[in-house]
Antibody, heavy 118, light 112 residues
């Protein structure tokens, strides 16, 4: 059974930093790309970032490019999102998601809440 | 970016009646390999999204057969043949054919 467990969310001031983690199990982690997707309170889903299975390719939404960094540690079956220069508009529930064919997603974690507020 | 437009955004349905959600893309979702990378997700209240349909029309294991997906090119549809109480939630389409991946705005299904 695929399991994705996010952690690291919290309250941070504008301009601050936070690092999210996602622990994966139930599949061969390094065979799959991984995504971060976010959902602002009461809003829809917004794709944030993707990293290829070997970690050699990373991709970002324009809204976070230059501020967020996605990475993975395949020896630990873990995915990360380093978020710097946070803005109030980054407030959202951040989901870790498993990739499938092309840039699609199949499984989702339960999410970790990031609140950017002074 | 490929814009995914869902309609309607709100769908009140009577229990046992059918429901249909449309998802239209701003450009063709046929990839160079001939596949069409379009998924449907269900998000029940307070839960994470769950994939229902992948590559337009393939139903996931464990998904009731009252859910079906169809379409091609730029026009896609998710149908629920007979709505049940557990189907309440928000439904999203997602495309993975082009960069970046994009989602529809979501369609909220509620019981009348």
């Amino acid at each position: 059974e695929v399991q994705l467990v996010e952690s690291g969310g919290g309250v941070v001031q504008p301009g601050g930093s936070l690092r999210l983690s996602c622990a994966a199990s139930g599949f061969t982690f390094d065979d799959y790309a991984m995504h971060w997707v976010r959902q602002a309170p009461g809003k829809g889903l917004e794709w944030v970032s993707l990293i290829t299975g070997d970690g050699g390719g990373t991709y970002y939404a324009d809204s976070v490019k230059g501020r967020f960094t996605i990475s993975r540690d395949n020896s630990k079956n873990s995915l990360y999102l380093q978020m710097n220069s946070l803005r109030t508009e980054d407030t959202a529930l951040y989901y870790c998601a498993k990739g499938m064919a092309a840039r699609l997603i199949d499984y989702w974690g339960q999410g970790t809440l990031v609140t950017v507020s002074s | 970016d490929v814009v995914m437009t869902q309609s309607p955004l709100s769908l009140p349905v009577t229990l046992g009646q059918p429901a249909s959600i449309s998802c239209r893309s701003s450009q063709s979702l046929v990839y160079s390999d001939g596949n069409t990378y379009l998924n449907w997700f269900q998000q029940r209240p307070g839960q994470s999204p769950r994939r229902l349909i992948y590559n337009v029309s393939n139903r996931d294991s464990g998904v009731p057969d009252r859910f079906s997906g169809s379409g091609s090119g730029t026009d896609f549809t998710l149908k629920i043949s007979r709505v049940e109480a557990e189907d309440v939630g928000v439904y999203y389409c997602m495309q993975g054919t082009d960069w970046p991946p994009t989602f529809g705005q979501g369609t909220k299904v509620e019981i009348k």
